[in-house]
């Protein structure tokens, strides 16, 4: 979406339209991308579209040469447009500010000017937030390790060389070391992490500390190794970029269940592009997130609802070797049940959809996300079908070109409006399903 400061007439001269719109001061017009390619006229401030508005074709020069601007800020409470939860790609949006601090005794000995408490917080889950770091990050973190170890332990035979007088004496002497300087200590410190095996530099029976070192170092040095190990290994097969294979249309459409079926549907159409490693016991969730403005004018977060995608018939559970259209029906147990085209567009809540699998390569779990707003759902359409056989090569084809197409679908009867009342507000943690 974006705005557009050119006057009407200079782009519709003859539409009948532009005087009724010009006789309103509208010299500010916001337009809209259509399913069509077009762009859609709305009055400044007015978030609904126009249904008699005019129709700017894509081949209009107010259409491609746009001027970019900042969203338009509105004063009353009622126009705040709804923040997102979850963004399309499935990141999650919340913030969480005053965490409850459980380790008192353990903070209050850590100075909060370094901003050291929330490492230590998180210092209690430490081996899940190193895999949820970059590869650049862990592969310092596995280099740093191992060489701080070797100088630790190299420094602690530095010193007992030091104190037993290997550094000083020509003959031999206690610990046997050898005669030289740090840098031997250290290269002494690596042999015997490693086991590769000493030189002309081993202990002797008469150094009794150093060889408590040495078995110190032996079981640290396996224990950071089968650390670092296991950390590498587990985000090697974490299943992160799977999920970005999995594709949601941008847009959700209300329309007709099919052509047998005339009941309202949701529909959104799922995909899993990649066509070699397939997914193991997929199933997919459907939520709405309703928000109001309180007394205080603060948009607060009233309640989560659960939305039948087929549980009872076990339609939840998808196979995804091609595109599917997941499917809600709008009956009497579901939350948008009475809503209309035009009341959608007033009511404050969010669609978060949910799927997860089993990657039959890894055997690790995933779940993929993404989140629809009352503006990214289109009444009255219906997806075009995307898997055709194709005679020349004798097999079916899935077209994703046509992946967020849709067509007009027949009128859809709206049963009656919805009322806010305390039974509605209870079926915010109630729902038919009995997921929430």
């Known amino acids: 979406m974006w ?52 129709l700017l074709p894509n081949s209009s020069p107010s259409y491609h040469n746009h001027t970019p601007k900042k969203p338009r800020k509105y004063p009353s409470t009622k126009h705040i447009p709804t923040p997102r939860l979850v963004s399309k790609t499935g990141e999650v949006l919340l913030k969480n500010i005053h965490i409850p601090n459980k380790t008192q005794l353990v903070y209050k000995w850590v100075p909060c000017y370094f901003g050291f408490v ?94 408590i070192i040495l078995s110190i170092q032996i079981i640290f040095g396996l224990l950071v190794q089968t650390i670092l190990t296991a950390v590498v290994i587990a985000k090697m097969l974490r299943p992160k970029k799977r999920r970005q294979e999995m594709r949601f249309s941008q847009f959700a459409v209300i329309g007709p269940v099919d052509e047998n079926d005339h009941r309202p549907a949701l529909m ?89 699998g089993i990657v039959e390569a890894t055997g690790m779990t995933f779940q993929a996300r993404t989140s629809f707003l009352p503006d990214e759902i289109n009444w009255g359409q219906r ?22 197409c849709t067509e007009g679908a027949d009128p859809i009867k709206v049963e009656k409006p919805v009322e806010d009342s305390e039974e509605e507000e209870h079926h915010h943690r109630h729902s038919a399903s009995g997921f929430v």
């Open 3 to 54: 705005c557009d400061t050119t006057h009407l007439t200079e782009k519709i001269p003859t539409d009948p339209m532009v005087s009724d719109i010009d006789d309103n001061n509208c010299l500010e017009n916001v337009l809209v991308l259509t399913t069509n390619g077009n762009a859609q006229v709305r009055l400044n401030g007015n978030l609904n579209s126009c249904s008699t508005a005019p």
């Open 118 to 211: 929330t490492y230590v917080s998180n210092f209690r889950n430490w081996f899940h937030l190193i895999i949820e770091y970059s590869w650049r990050t862990v592969m310092l973190l596995f280099t740093m390790g191992f060489v701080l170890s070797w100088l630790f332990f190299g420094t602690l035979y530095y010193v007992i060389a030091i104190f037993t007088g290997d550094l000083s004496q020509v003959e031999e002497v206690v610990s046997r070391l050898s005669k030289g300087t740090y840098l031997v200590c250290h290269h002494f410190s690596m042999e015997s992490q490693n086991t590769i095996g000493y030189g002309h530099r081993y202990m002797r029976e008469n150094c009794p500390l150093a060889y």
């Open 268 to 356: 959104i159409r799922l995909a899993d592009i990649q066509s070699r490693l397939y997914l193991a016991e997929s199933h997919v969730r459907l939520f709405m997130a309703c928000s109001k403005i309180n007394h205080n004018g603060q948009r607060v977060l009233v309640g989560l609802k659960d939305m039948n995608v087929g549980y009872d018939g076990g339609w939840d559970r998808v196979l995804l070797l091609w595109p599917i259209i997941v499917r809600h029906v709008i009956d009497e147990d579901s939350p948008m049940f009475g809503m209309s085209a035009e009341t959608m567009k007033n009511h404050q809540f969010e669609l978060i959809m949910t799927v997860e």
């Open 383 to 404: 997806f075009v079908p995307i898997v055709v056989y194709s005679e020349e090569a004798e097999a079916f084809q899935v077209d994703y070109s046509c992946f967020e």
